[in-house]
C-alpha cells in the first residue's frame, strides 16, 4: 500500500461536526492549500522561530499557542523576520494559532509570500490536538478492500467471508429480518485505527446499503427494513467463514480449537461454518455472536465444559457409569 495523498484542502473538506470539528478559519496563504500533510506528528515552531531547526518537522502542522504568539509579537516589534522568513523556508504543510490568537502583519506577509496557508480557531490546545489527533488517526489508518458482508449482530461486527454464491448476502438479509443491522455488503473497506482496532465499512459509502440477491436483484435495505437497520461503519471482532459442506472434512465440535484471522496486522477470532440445505445460518451466527460476547465477558464455554467433564472423572462419577453392575438399559 502507497502512502496516501492528503493535502491541506482535503482537511478543510472532511465532513467534521459536533466534537470532532476542528473550525478552521483561513486568514492567509491561500495558495498553500494544496500542499501536502504527510504525517501525523504535531508541531510546535518555538524552537525554529528561535533559529534552532535540527529535526525540524516540516511536513507537520505548526501549532501556535499563546506563548509562539507572544514571541512573534516580540519579533515584530524589534522587526526582526529573519527566523519568520527560514521558518517558512522549510515549505511547513500550514500553520494554525488555537485559542483566536492572531498573527502579527509580518507573519501573514511572509506567509504569502511563502504561499504557506494559515489558520485561526477558537479551540484551545489540548482540544484541538485531540481533535485533530483523532481525525489524522483515521485519515492516515493502514487500509484495504476485502470481499464479503459486514454486520452488526447483537453489538458484534462480523464479517462474513466465503466463496461467491455461498450464501452470505441471503444470510445477512435474513439477520436484519430479525433485527440486526447491515454495515456493508460486497466490497468492504478495512481500516486499522490505534494499532489493534479493525474498523469496516461500505468502499463507496453511495451503494454500501444495496445488497444483490439472486433471483430478486438488488435491494436498497435502509429503504426496506428503516435506517434502525444500518449503520456506517463497524469494528470487526469476529470473522464468520461460510464454506460448502465437506463430509470429508472434520469440523470442530467442542469449540476448543481458537482460529483467527490477521487483517492488517491484527488477528481476529475467526470461526468456520460449513453450509448445507437445512441448517439455518442466522441463528448459527446469533449463537456465534452471543458466545463470542461470553468470551468478551470472561466465560468460554468449551473450556467451561472440559472442566465439568474433567470434575466429573475425578469424583468417579464416569467410573460408576461404566462399570456399575445395575442394569442400566
Known amino acids: 500500500m502507497g502512502e496516501r495523498k492528503f493535502t491541506v484542502l482535503d482537511l478543510l473538506n472532511l465532513e467534521l461536526s459536533d466534537y470532532d470539528a476542528i473550525n478552521l478559519r483561513c486568514v492567509a496563504g491561500r495558495r498553500g492549500l494544496s500542499r501536502d500533510i504527510t504525517g501525523t506528528d504535531i508541531g510546535r515552531p518555538g524552537l525554529g522561530l528561535s533559529g534552532f531547526f535540527e529535526g525540524f518537522a516540516r511536513s507537520s502542522i505548526q501549532l501556535f499557542d499563546e506563548g ?25 504543510s500550514c500553520c494554525v494559532f488555537v485559542s483566536n490568537g492572531e498573527p502579527t502583519p509580518d507573519f501573514i506577509e511572509i506567509a504569502e509570500e511563502f ?37 452488526e449482530v447483537f453489538g458484534v461486527g462480523i464479517m462474513l467471508g466465503g466463496h461467491s454464491g455461498v450464501g452470505k448476502s441471503e444470510t445477512a438479509l435474513e439477520l436484519v429480518e430479525r433485527g440486526h443491522r447491515l454495515v456493508a455488503d460486497d466490497i468492504i473497506e478495512i481500516r486499522c485505527v490505534n494499532g489493534n482496532m479493525i474498523l469496516g465499512r461500505g468502499a463507496n459509502s453511495l451503494i454500501s446499503h444495496h445488497m444483490e440477491i439472486r433471483g430478486i436483484g438488488i435491494v436498497n435495505v435502509s429503504r426496506l427494513y428503516g435506517v434502525g437497520s444500518i449503520r456506517e461503519q463497524k469494528e470487526i471482532q469476529l470473522v464468520v467463514e461460510l464454506e460448502e459442506w465437506d463430509q470429508n472434512k472434520i469440523y470442530d465440535r467442542l469449540g476448543t480449537a481458537k482460529k483467527s484471522v490477521e487483517l492488517l496486522g491484527v488477528k481476529i477470532p475467526a470461526v468456520e461454518i460449513p453450509v448445507r440445505p437445512g441448517r439455518n445460518l442466522p441463528i448459527i451466527i446469533e449463537a456465534v455472536a452471543m458466545n463470542e460476547r461470553l468470551k468478551k465477558m470472561g466465560y468460554d464455554s468449551a473450556r467451561d465444559f472440559n472442566q465439568n467433564v474433567l470434575r466429573w472423572i475425578e469424583m468417579g462419577a464416569a467410573q460408576n457409569a461404566y462399570y456399575g453392575t445395575e442394569d442400566t438399559y
Open 115 to 151: 504561499s504557506c496557508a494559515i489558520f485561526v480557531t477558537n479551540l484551545n490546545l489540548s482540544e484541538f490536538i485531540t481533535r485533530i489527533t483523532r481525525i489524522f488517526s483515521n485519515v492516515f489508518a493502514p487500509r484495504k478492500t476485502m470481499h464479503g458482508v459486514l454486520v
Open 68 to 92: 509562539e504568539v507572544a514571541y512573534l509579537n516580540k519579533l515584530y516589534a524589534e522587526q526582526r523576520t529573519d527566523t519568520i522568513r527560514q521558518f517558512f523556508s522549510y515549505s511547513v
